[in-house]
Protein backbone atom coordinates (compact mmCIF):
# COMPACT_ATOMS: atom_id res chain seq x y z
CA UNK A 1 0.00 0.00 0.00
CA UNK A 2 1.15 3.80 -0.94
CA UNK A 3 1.98 6.20 1.79
CA UNK A 4 -0.28 8.55 1.83
CA UNK A 5 0.53 12.05 3.02
CA UNK A 6 -0.80 14.67 5.69
CA UNK A 7 -2.59 16.30 3.51
CA UNK A 8 -4.96 13.06 1.83
CA UNK A 9 -6.28 12.71 5.44
CA UNK A 10 -6.71 16.27 6.52
CA UNK A 11 -9.02 16.18 3.29
CA UNK A 12 -10.78 13.00 3.86
CA UNK A 13 -11.12 14.03 7.66
CA UNK A 14 -13.47 16.87 6.44
CA UNK A 15 -15.28 15.16 4.44
CA UNK A 16 -16.13 12.09 6.70
CA UNK A 17 -16.67 15.40 9.39
CA UNK A 18 -19.28 16.63 6.84
CA UNK A 19 -21.24 13.57 6.55
CA UNK A 20 -20.86 12.91 10.30
CA UNK A 21 -22.99 16.03 11.28
CA UNK A 22 -25.18 15.71 8.24
CA UNK A 23 -26.32 12.80 9.86
CA UNK A 24 -26.25 13.95 13.11
CA UNK A 25 -28.61 16.86 11.98
CA UNK A 26 -31.12 14.66 11.19
CA UNK A 27 -31.66 13.69 14.70
CA UNK A 28 -32.03 17.11 16.35
CA UNK A 29 -34.08 16.09 19.42
CA UNK A 30 -30.79 13.90 20.21
CA UNK A 31 -28.72 17.21 19.78
CA UNK A 32 -30.41 18.98 21.87
CA UNK A 33 -30.71 16.84 24.66
CA UNK A 34 -27.50 15.97 24.52
CA UNK A 35 -26.72 19.06 24.64
CA UNK A 36 -28.31 19.57 27.25
CA UNK A 37 -27.11 16.26 29.20
CA UNK A 38 -23.43 17.98 28.67
CA UNK A 39 -24.32 21.07 30.79
CA UNK A 40 -26.02 18.76 33.08
CA UNK A 41 -22.78 16.89 33.51
CA UNK A 42 -20.56 19.99 34.24
CA UNK A 43 -23.46 21.44 36.31
CA UNK A 44 -23.11 18.96 38.53
CA UNK A 45 -19.65 18.57 38.66
CA UNK A 46 -19.47 22.10 40.00
CA UNK A 47 -22.15 21.90 42.59
CA UNK A 48 -19.73 18.43 43.93
CA UNK A 49 -16.84 20.72 43.86
CA UNK A 50 -18.93 23.78 45.59
CA UNK A 51 -20.10 21.35 48.13
CA UNK A 52 -16.42 20.11 49.07
CA UNK A 53 -15.10 23.71 49.22
CA UNK A 54 -17.96 24.97 51.74
CA UNK A 55 -17.02 22.44 53.88
CA UNK A 56 -13.22 22.09 53.53
CA UNK A 57 -11.84 25.56 52.53
CA UNK A 58 -8.49 23.91 51.33
CA UNK A 59 -7.16 21.15 49.95
CA UNK A 60 -3.50 19.99 50.00
CA UNK A 61 -2.76 23.40 50.20
CA UNK A 62 -4.50 25.17 47.39
CA UNK A 63 -7.00 27.18 47.89
CA UNK A 64 -10.38 27.92 45.78
CA UNK A 65 -9.23 30.00 42.97
CA UNK A 66 -6.48 27.69 42.65
CA UNK A 67 -8.42 24.84 42.59
CA UNK A 68 -11.07 26.18 39.82
CA UNK A 69 -8.10 26.89 37.67
CA UNK A 70 -6.83 23.71 37.83
CA UNK A 71 -10.79 22.44 37.52
CA UNK A 72 -11.08 24.70 33.97
CA UNK A 73 -8.11 23.65 32.80
CA UNK A 74 -8.69 19.95 32.78
CA UNK A 75 -12.19 20.35 31.59
CA UNK A 76 -10.68 21.87 28.53
CA UNK A 77 -7.86 19.36 28.37
CA UNK A 78 -10.40 16.54 28.34
CA UNK A 79 -12.49 18.29 25.33
CA UNK A 80 -10.24 16.67 22.31
CA UNK A 81 -10.84 13.29 23.67
CA UNK A 82 -15.04 14.40 24.18
CA UNK A 83 -14.66 15.70 20.34
CA UNK A 84 -12.88 13.65 18.43
CA UNK A 85 -12.42 10.09 19.55
CA UNK A 86 -15.68 9.19 20.76
CA UNK A 87 -15.71 6.45 18.44
CA UNK A 88 -13.68 4.87 20.64
CA UNK A 89 -17.54 4.24 22.64
CA UNK A 90 -18.67 2.25 19.96
CA UNK A 91 -15.34 -0.30 19.61
CA UNK A 92 -16.32 -2.99 21.58
CA UNK A 93 -19.87 -3.27 20.33
CA UNK A 94 -18.62 -3.10 16.81
CA UNK A 95 -15.72 -6.09 17.72
CA UNK A 96 -18.35 -8.07 19.22
CA UNK A 97 -20.98 -7.67 16.27
CA UNK A 98 -18.43 -8.21 13.81
CA UNK A 99 -18.85 -5.13 12.34
CA UNK A 100 -15.77 -4.13 12.59
CA UNK A 101 -14.57 -5.44 9.41
CA UNK A 102 -15.51 -3.38 7.17
CA UNK A 103 -12.75 -0.96 8.48
CA UNK A 104 -10.28 -3.49 7.44
CA UNK A 105 -11.48 -3.46 3.94
CA UNK A 106 -10.38 -0.03 3.34
CA UNK A 107 -7.21 1.29 1.68
CA UNK A 108 -6.60 4.03 4.46
CA UNK A 109 -5.12 3.13 8.16
CA UNK A 110 -7.81 2.09 9.70
CA UNK A 111 -7.16 4.07 13.76
CA UNK A 112 -7.49 7.06 11.75
CA UNK A 113 -10.94 5.58 9.50
CA UNK A 114 -12.73 4.52 12.68
CA UNK A 115 -11.76 7.59 14.73
CA UNK A 116 -12.71 10.22 11.82
CA UNK A 117 -16.34 8.51 11.48
CA UNK A 118 -17.59 10.41 14.46
CA UNK A 119 -17.16 13.74 15.48
CA UNK A 120 -19.17 15.17 18.49
CA UNK A 121 -20.45 18.24 19.01
CA UNK A 122 -21.83 18.51 22.67
CA UNK A 123 -18.28 18.42 23.94
CA UNK A 124 -17.67 22.40 22.32
CA UNK A 125 -19.87 22.64 25.47
CA UNK A 126 -17.62 21.71 27.73
CA UNK A 127 -14.80 23.51 26.29
CA UNK A 128 -17.02 27.03 26.22
CA UNK A 129 -17.39 25.76 30.41
CA UNK A 130 -13.78 25.11 30.95
CA UNK A 131 -12.64 28.52 29.43
CA UNK A 132 -14.96 30.61 31.30
CA UNK A 133 -13.92 28.82 34.37
CA UNK A 134 -9.90 29.13 33.17
CA UNK A 135 -11.05 33.15 32.81
CA UNK A 136 -12.79 33.32 35.77
CA UNK A 137 -10.00 32.03 37.59
CA UNK A 138 -7.46 33.98 35.90
CA UNK A 139 -8.58 37.36 37.17
CA UNK A 140 -8.74 36.11 40.68
CA UNK A 141 -5.61 35.27 41.29
CA UNK A 142 -4.24 37.58 39.23
CA UNK A 143 -1.92 35.99 36.91
CA UNK A 144 -0.52 38.90 34.35
CA UNK A 145 -1.93 38.76 30.51
CA UNK A 146 1.05 38.51 28.29
CA UNK A 147 1.80 36.96 24.80
CA UNK A 148 3.99 34.30 26.33
CA UNK A 149 1.71 33.15 28.70
CA UNK A 150 -1.27 32.44 26.66
CA UNK A 151 1.07 30.86 24.28
CA UNK A 152 1.92 28.23 27.12
CA UNK A 153 -1.54 27.96 28.25
CA UNK A 154 -2.27 26.77 24.73
CA UNK A 155 0.91 24.35 24.37
CA UNK A 156 0.62 23.01 27.69
CA UNK A 157 -3.04 22.18 27.59
CA UNK A 158 -2.99 20.50 24.13
CA UNK A 159 -0.03 18.72 25.92
CA UNK A 160 -3.02 17.92 28.44
CA UNK A 161 -5.22 16.72 25.93
CA UNK A 162 -2.77 14.21 24.70
CA UNK A 163 -2.95 12.08 27.72
CA UNK A 164 -6.42 11.70 28.07
CA UNK A 165 -6.69 10.91 24.39
CA UNK A 166 -3.83 7.68 24.93
CA UNK A 167 -5.44 6.58 28.10
CA UNK A 168 -9.05 5.97 26.26
CA UNK A 169 -6.84 4.24 23.33
CA UNK A 170 -5.50 1.99 25.43
CA UNK A 171 -8.92 1.58 27.18
CA UNK A 172 -10.64 0.95 23.80
CA UNK A 173 -8.42 -1.35 22.99
CA UNK A 174 -8.71 -3.82 25.41
CA UNK A 175 -11.91 -5.17 23.72
CA UNK A 176 -9.80 -6.54 20.86
CA UNK A 177 -8.54 -9.76 24.02
CA UNK A 178 -11.02 -9.08 26.76
CA UNK A 179 -14.83 -9.89 25.66
CA UNK A 180 -16.79 -8.08 27.91
CA UNK A 181 -14.37 -5.14 29.26
CA UNK A 182 -16.70 -2.05 28.65
CA UNK A 183 -15.76 -1.27 32.20
CA UNK A 184 -12.57 -0.67 31.82
CA UNK A 185 -13.81 2.17 29.82
CA UNK A 186 -16.55 3.51 32.15
CA UNK A 187 -13.63 3.04 35.33
CA UNK A 188 -10.65 5.19 32.93
CA UNK A 189 -13.21 8.18 31.67
CA UNK A 190 -14.71 8.50 35.82
CA UNK A 191 -10.48 8.75 36.51
CA UNK A 192 -10.49 11.81 34.91
CA UNK A 193 -12.56 13.09 37.58
CA UNK A 194 -9.72 13.21 39.62
CA UNK A 195 -7.73 14.94 37.49
CA UNK A 196 -8.93 17.96 38.90
CA UNK A 197 -7.61 17.73 42.20
CA UNK A 198 -3.60 18.28 42.76
CA UNK A 199 -1.66 14.84 42.50
CA UNK A 200 0.52 15.93 45.51
CA UNK A 201 -2.57 14.54 47.42
CA UNK A 202 -1.11 10.72 46.08
CA UNK A 203 1.40 9.07 47.79
CA UNK A 204 3.99 6.16 47.42
CA UNK A 205 3.98 4.01 44.68
CA UNK A 206 0.13 5.39 44.04
CA UNK A 207 2.63 8.26 43.40
CA UNK A 208 4.15 6.95 40.80
CA UNK A 209 0.97 4.73 39.73
CA UNK A 210 -0.52 7.89 38.60
CA UNK A 211 1.90 9.74 37.08
CA UNK A 212 3.62 8.06 34.79
CA UNK A 213 1.38 4.21 34.53
CA UNK A 214 -2.00 5.50 34.73
CA UNK A 215 -0.69 9.45 33.85
CA UNK A 216 -4.13 11.90 35.75
CA UNK A 217 -1.36 13.59 37.14
CA UNK A 218 -0.38 15.04 33.38
CA UNK A 219 -4.18 15.62 32.20
CA UNK A 220 -3.89 19.14 34.28
CA UNK A 221 -1.66 18.78 37.34
CA UNK A 222 1.71 19.11 35.74
CA UNK A 223 0.93 21.01 32.50
CA UNK A 224 -1.39 23.77 34.78
CA UNK A 225 1.99 24.35 37.14
CA UNK A 226 3.87 25.88 34.12
CA UNK A 227 1.15 29.16 34.48
CA UNK A 228 0.30 28.77 38.66
CA UNK A 229 3.63 28.22 39.36
CA UNK A 230 6.00 30.16 36.95
CA UNK A 231 8.67 30.53 39.66
CA UNK A 232 8.83 26.79 40.83
CA UNK A 233 7.82 24.81 37.57
CA UNK A 234 8.74 21.01 38.10
CA UNK A 235 10.95 18.96 35.80
CA UNK A 236 8.34 16.73 34.92
CA UNK A 237 5.87 19.98 34.10
CA UNK A 238 8.66 20.29 31.29
CA UNK A 239 8.78 17.17 29.40
CA UNK A 240 5.09 16.36 29.90
CA UNK A 241 5.26 17.17 26.04
CA UNK A 242 7.33 14.79 25.41
CA UNK A 243 5.86 11.90 27.18
CA UNK A 244 2.90 12.66 25.90
CA UNK A 245 3.41 11.81 22.15
CA UNK A 246 5.23 9.29 23.79
CA UNK A 247 2.11 7.94 25.34
CA UNK A 248 0.02 8.46 22.45
CA UNK A 249 2.39 6.97 20.52
CA UNK A 250 2.00 3.87 22.51
CA UNK A 251 -1.21 3.55 22.81
CA UNK A 252 -1.83 4.05 19.13
CA UNK A 253 0.62 0.65 18.43
CA UNK A 254 -1.39 -1.12 20.92
CA UNK A 255 -4.99 -0.52 19.55
CA UNK A 256 -3.52 -1.21 16.07
CA UNK A 257 -2.24 -4.87 17.80
CA UNK A 258 -5.66 -5.08 18.70
CA UNK A 259 -6.83 -5.03 15.65
CA UNK A 260 -4.52 -7.53 13.41
CA UNK A 261 -4.99 -9.66 16.19
CA UNK A 262 -8.82 -9.10 16.03
CA UNK A 263 -10.73 -11.97 14.55
CA UNK A 264 -14.35 -12.49 14.10
CA UNK A 265 -16.73 -13.18 16.89
CA UNK A 266 -19.09 -13.60 14.06
CA UNK A 267 -22.92 -12.77 14.63
CA UNK B 1 -46.86 -16.10 36.67
CA UNK B 2 -45.19 -18.99 39.01
CA UNK B 3 -42.03 -18.46 40.33
CA UNK B 4 -39.97 -21.01 39.03
CA UNK B 5 -40.35 -19.52 35.56
CA UNK B 6 -39.08 -16.14 36.96
CA UNK B 7 -36.42 -18.17 38.30
CA UNK B 8 -35.32 -20.12 35.30
CA UNK B 9 -34.99 -16.38 33.70
CA UNK B 10 -32.65 -14.99 36.70
CA UNK B 11 -30.78 -18.57 35.90
CA UNK B 12 -30.13 -17.09 32.47
CA UNK B 13 -29.65 -13.70 33.25
CA UNK B 14 -26.43 -15.66 35.34
CA UNK B 15 -25.35 -17.08 33.16
CA UNK B 16 -25.06 -14.69 30.48
CA UNK B 17 -22.97 -12.31 32.78
CA UNK B 18 -20.74 -15.35 33.51
CA UNK B 19 -19.79 -15.15 30.45
CA UNK B 20 -17.21 -13.19 29.99
CA UNK B 21 -14.96 -14.24 33.35
CA UNK B 22 -11.88 -12.25 32.47
CA UNK B 23 -13.75 -8.91 32.05
CA UNK B 24 -15.25 -9.74 35.48
CA UNK B 25 -11.73 -10.11 36.97
CA UNK B 26 -10.49 -6.62 34.80
CA UNK B 27 -13.87 -5.21 36.43
CA UNK B 28 -12.67 -6.08 40.21
CA UNK B 29 -9.21 -4.62 39.36
CA UNK B 30 -10.07 -1.54 37.85
CA UNK B 31 -12.27 -0.74 40.83
CA UNK B 32 -10.00 -1.49 42.79
CA UNK B 33 -7.57 1.49 41.82
CA UNK B 34 -11.08 3.52 41.86
CA UNK B 35 -11.47 3.14 45.63
CA UNK B 36 -7.70 3.80 45.92
CA UNK B 37 -8.02 7.53 43.95
CA UNK B 38 -11.11 7.94 46.03
CA UNK B 39 -8.77 7.11 49.48
CA UNK B 40 -6.34 9.60 48.63
CA UNK B 41 -8.51 12.50 48.00
CA UNK B 42 -10.60 12.07 50.79
CA UNK B 43 -7.35 11.53 53.27
CA UNK B 44 -5.56 14.69 51.81
CA UNK B 45 -9.52 16.48 52.08
CA UNK B 46 -9.71 15.59 55.50
CA UNK B 47 -5.83 16.13 56.36
CA UNK B 48 -6.26 19.55 55.05
CA UNK B 49 -9.48 20.78 57.35
CA UNK B 50 -7.94 20.33 60.63
CA UNK B 51 -10.45 18.61 62.51
CA UNK B 52 -11.37 15.06 62.39
CA UNK B 53 -15.24 15.59 62.21
CA UNK B 54 -16.89 17.18 60.19
CA UNK B 55 -20.66 17.52 59.60
CA UNK B 56 -20.72 14.04 61.99
CA UNK B 57 -18.67 12.10 59.49
CA UNK B 58 -15.22 11.24 60.53
CA UNK B 59 -12.77 10.12 57.81
CA UNK B 60 -13.41 6.07 57.73
CA UNK B 61 -17.21 6.92 58.34
CA UNK B 62 -16.49 8.92 54.63
CA UNK B 63 -14.24 6.31 53.29
CA UNK B 64 -16.92 3.75 53.94
CA UNK B 65 -19.68 5.05 53.00
CA UNK B 66 -18.07 6.43 49.56
CA UNK B 67 -16.36 2.82 48.99
CA UNK B 68 -20.00 1.47 49.48
CA UNK B 69 -21.86 3.62 47.60
CA UNK B 70 -19.29 2.72 44.56
CA UNK B 71 -19.85 -0.76 45.29
CA UNK B 72 -23.52 -0.15 45.17
CA UNK B 73 -23.58 1.74 42.39
CA UNK B 74 -21.90 -1.09 40.56
CA UNK B 75 -24.09 -3.70 41.98
CA UNK B 76 -27.32 -1.66 40.84
CA UNK B 77 -26.29 -0.56 37.59
CA UNK B 78 -28.68 -1.31 34.67
CA UNK B 79 -27.96 -0.72 31.17
CA UNK B 80 -31.88 -0.30 30.92
CA UNK B 81 -31.80 2.94 28.52
CA UNK B 82 -28.84 1.28 26.46
CA UNK B 83 -30.26 -1.99 26.01
CA UNK B 84 -33.52 -0.39 24.84
CA UNK B 85 -31.99 1.96 22.84
CA UNK B 86 -30.11 -1.18 20.78
CA UNK B 87 -33.18 -2.95 20.78
CA UNK B 88 -35.09 -0.33 19.25
CA UNK B 89 -32.27 -0.13 16.43
CA UNK B 90 -31.81 -3.34 15.74
CA UNK B 91 -35.42 -4.07 15.84
CA UNK B 92 -35.43 -6.99 18.66
CA UNK B 93 -37.88 -5.45 21.01
CA UNK B 94 -40.61 -6.87 18.95
CA UNK B 95 -39.49 -10.23 19.38
CA UNK B 96 -39.61 -9.10 23.39
CA UNK B 97 -42.79 -7.42 23.34
CA UNK B 98 -44.19 -10.88 21.69
CA UNK B 99 -43.02 -13.18 24.77
CA UNK B 100 -46.11 -14.25 26.63
CA UNK B 101 -44.92 -12.23 29.35
CA UNK B 102 -45.36 -8.72 30.44
CA UNK B 103 -42.21 -6.61 28.97
CA UNK B 104 -41.47 -5.06 32.50
CA UNK B 105 -41.40 -8.18 34.31
CA UNK B 106 -39.68 -9.72 31.27
CA UNK B 107 -37.06 -6.84 31.74
CA UNK B 108 -36.56 -6.72 35.70
CA UNK B 109 -35.89 -10.50 36.34
CA UNK B 110 -33.78 -10.86 33.37
CA UNK B 111 -31.52 -8.51 35.15
CA UNK B 112 -32.09 -9.68 38.42
CA UNK B 113 -29.34 -12.30 37.33
CA UNK B 114 -26.28 -9.82 36.63
CA UNK B 115 -27.51 -8.51 40.04
CA UNK B 116 -27.11 -11.37 42.27
CA UNK B 117 -23.74 -12.01 40.33
CA UNK B 118 -22.33 -8.12 41.01
CA UNK B 119 -23.43 -8.46 44.47
CA UNK B 120 -21.64 -11.79 45.18
CA UNK B 121 -18.21 -10.58 43.06
CA UNK B 122 -18.31 -7.35 43.90
CA UNK B 123 -20.45 -6.44 46.67
CA UNK B 124 -19.37 -9.08 49.18
CA UNK B 125 -15.70 -8.62 48.15
CA UNK B 126 -15.78 -4.61 48.83
CA UNK B 127 -17.44 -5.11 52.22
CA UNK B 128 -15.03 -7.93 53.36
CA UNK B 129 -12.34 -5.84 52.45
CA UNK B 130 -13.76 -2.53 54.09
CA UNK B 131 -14.58 -5.29 57.53
CA UNK B 132 -10.73 -6.18 57.40
CA UNK B 133 -9.27 -2.66 56.73
CA UNK B 134 -11.37 -0.77 59.22
CA UNK B 135 -11.19 -3.20 62.01
CA UNK B 136 -14.97 -4.19 61.66
CA UNK B 137 -16.19 -0.44 62.33
CA UNK B 138 -19.47 -1.49 60.64
CA UNK B 139 -21.62 -2.55 62.88
CA UNK B 140 -22.88 -6.43 62.24
CA UNK B 141 -26.00 -7.24 63.52
CA UNK B 142 -29.86 -6.77 62.70
CA UNK B 143 -28.70 -4.09 60.33
CA UNK B 144 -27.40 -6.22 58.02
CA UNK B 145 -30.72 -7.86 57.35
CA UNK B 146 -32.36 -4.33 57.26
CA UNK B 147 -29.67 -3.44 54.28
CA UNK B 148 -30.61 -6.17 52.22
CA UNK B 149 -34.54 -5.38 52.80
CA UNK B 150 -33.56 -1.59 51.56
CA UNK B 151 -31.13 -2.56 49.38
CA UNK B 152 -33.88 -4.78 47.75
CA UNK B 153 -35.89 -2.26 47.74
CA UNK B 154 -33.23 0.17 46.15
CA UNK B 155 -33.06 -1.97 43.53
CA UNK B 156 -36.62 -2.00 42.64
CA UNK B 157 -36.71 1.80 43.28
CA UNK B 158 -33.78 2.16 40.65
CA UNK B 159 -35.36 0.03 38.09
CA UNK B 160 -38.38 2.29 38.08
CA UNK B 161 -36.76 4.95 37.88
CA UNK B 162 -34.75 3.58 34.15
CA UNK B 163 -37.83 2.22 33.34
CA UNK B 164 -39.31 5.97 33.32
CA UNK B 165 -36.49 6.97 31.47
CA UNK B 166 -35.94 4.31 28.93
CA UNK B 167 -39.04 4.93 27.00
CA UNK B 168 -38.23 8.67 25.97
CA UNK B 169 -36.09 7.09 23.96
CA UNK B 170 -38.30 5.68 22.20
CA UNK B 171 -39.93 8.95 20.75
CA UNK B 172 -36.78 11.20 20.91
CA UNK B 173 -34.22 8.87 19.29
CA UNK B 174 -31.73 10.05 22.03
CA UNK B 175 -29.68 7.57 24.45
CA UNK B 176 -26.53 9.10 25.12
CA UNK B 177 -27.85 12.66 26.32
CA UNK B 178 -31.00 10.67 28.44
CA UNK B 179 -28.64 8.52 30.03
CA UNK B 180 -26.08 11.27 30.89
CA UNK B 181 -28.60 13.67 32.27
CA UNK B 182 -30.70 10.53 34.28
CA UNK B 183 -26.86 9.29 35.79
CA UNK B 184 -25.90 13.07 36.46
CA UNK B 185 -28.85 13.67 38.68
CA UNK B 186 -29.14 10.09 40.31
CA UNK B 187 -25.54 10.24 41.27
CA UNK B 188 -25.26 13.99 42.61
CA UNK B 189 -28.88 13.52 44.73
CA UNK B 190 -28.38 9.77 45.87
CA UNK B 191 -25.74 11.03 47.76
CA UNK B 192 -23.14 8.54 45.85
CA UNK B 193 -20.46 10.86 44.59
CA UNK B 194 -20.49 13.08 48.15
CA UNK B 195 -22.19 12.22 50.85
CA UNK B 196 -25.22 13.82 51.45
CA UNK B 197 -24.19 14.70 54.89
CA UNK B 198 -21.74 17.17 53.65
CA UNK B 199 -24.88 19.12 51.33
CA UNK B 200 -25.34 22.77 52.65
CA UNK B 201 -28.98 22.42 54.64
CA UNK B 202 -31.21 23.81 52.55
CA UNK B 203 -30.74 21.43 49.76
CA UNK B 204 -30.37 18.72 52.23
CA UNK B 205 -33.69 18.86 53.37
CA UNK B 206 -35.03 18.30 49.83
CA UNK B 207 -32.84 16.15 48.63
CA UNK B 208 -33.98 14.12 51.47
CA UNK B 209 -37.56 13.69 50.21
CA UNK B 210 -36.48 12.59 46.44
CA UNK B 211 -36.08 9.41 45.14
CA UNK B 212 -32.67 9.14 44.59
CA UNK B 213 -31.68 9.13 48.29
CA UNK B 214 -33.60 5.84 48.66
CA UNK B 215 -31.12 4.34 46.33
CA UNK B 216 -27.92 4.72 48.17
CA UNK B 217 -28.38 7.08 50.80
CA UNK B 218 -30.91 4.78 52.95
CA UNK B 219 -29.46 1.47 52.82
CA UNK B 220 -25.89 2.41 53.35
CA UNK B 221 -27.38 4.38 56.21
CA UNK B 222 -29.00 1.66 57.30
CA UNK B 223 -25.75 -0.71 57.34
CA UNK B 224 -23.97 2.34 59.10
CA UNK B 225 -26.63 2.78 61.90
CA UNK B 226 -26.68 6.40 60.71
CA UNK B 227 -29.42 8.60 60.04
CA UNK B 228 -31.43 8.16 63.30
CA UNK B 229 -31.79 4.10 61.74
CA UNK B 230 -30.60 2.52 65.37
CA UNK B 231 -33.88 3.07 66.38
CA UNK B 232 -36.86 1.68 65.16
CA UNK B 233 -38.98 4.86 64.71
CA UNK B 234 -36.01 6.26 62.38
CA UNK B 235 -35.54 2.89 60.86
CA UNK B 236 -39.15 2.53 60.00
CA UNK B 237 -39.47 6.43 58.86
CA UNK B 238 -36.30 5.38 56.10
CA UNK B 239 -38.03 2.43 54.98
CA UNK B 240 -41.53 4.22 55.03
CA UNK B 241 -39.95 7.01 52.31
CA UNK B 242 -38.81 4.23 50.60
CA UNK B 243 -41.81 2.17 50.09
CA UNK B 244 -43.55 5.05 49.11
CA UNK B 245 -41.40 6.20 46.24
CA UNK B 246 -41.28 2.35 45.44
CA UNK B 247 -45.08 2.66 45.37
CA UNK B 248 -45.44 5.98 43.19
CA UNK B 249 -42.71 5.23 40.54
CA UNK B 250 -43.98 1.41 39.93
CA UNK B 251 -47.38 2.89 39.12
CA UNK B 252 -45.76 5.57 37.50
CA UNK B 253 -43.35 3.49 35.59
CA UNK B 254 -46.19 1.15 34.32
CA UNK B 255 -48.68 3.87 32.88
CA UNK B 256 -45.33 5.47 31.18
CA UNK B 257 -44.59 2.12 29.64
CA UNK B 258 -47.79 1.18 28.57
CA UNK B 259 -49.07 4.82 26.75
CA UNK B 260 -45.00 4.42 25.22
CA UNK B 261 -45.18 1.25 24.07
CA UNK B 262 -48.19 2.37 21.81
CA UNK B 263 -46.12 4.44 19.89
CA UNK B 264 -43.21 2.06 19.64
CA UNK B 265 -41.80 2.51 15.82
CA UNK B 266 -39.45 -0.09 14.88
CA UNK B 267 -37.05 0.16 11.62
CA UNK B 268 -36.97 -3.61 10.39
CA UNK B 269 -35.75 -5.87 12.58
Given at each position: ????????????????????????????????????????????G???????????????????????????????????????????????????????????F??????????S????V????Q??FG?????????????????????????????????????????????F??????????I?????????Y????????F???F???????????????V??????????????????F?????????????????????? | ????????????????????????F???????????????L?????????????N??????????????????????????????????????????????????????????????????????????V??????A??????????????????????N???????????????????????????L????????A??????R????????????????S?????????????L????????????V?????????????????????
Open positions: MRKRGLRFYARMYRKILVQDLKSKMSYRADFVISTFGMIMTNLSFVTFMILFQNFPTINGWDYHHMLFLYGFSLVALTPVQCFFDNNWNLRFMVQSGDFIKYCRPVNVFFYFIEVFDKGLGLAIGTIVYAWIKIGIPVTPLIILKLIVFLLTASLFMIALMNFAAATCWIKGSGYVMVMFRFKDFAKPSSIFEGIKIITFIIPIAFIAYYPSLILTPDNVPLLSWISPLYGVFVFLSYKFWMLGVRKYDFTGS | MNPKRLLSITRAGIMESLQFRLGIVTLFANLIYLVLVYYWKAIYDSSGTDVVGMTFSDTMIYLILATALFNFLEMFVVWDMSRKIQSGSLVLDLLKPMRFRKYTFWSYTGNHVVQFVLTFIPTFIVMIVTHGIPLGLNLVWFLIATVFALIINYIEMLVAPICLFTESTWGINIVKETIVLLSGASIPLFFPEKAIVVQYLPFRAVYDIPLILLDKSGSDNWQGLQLFGLQLVWLVLTAAGNLFWNCAVKKVTVNGG
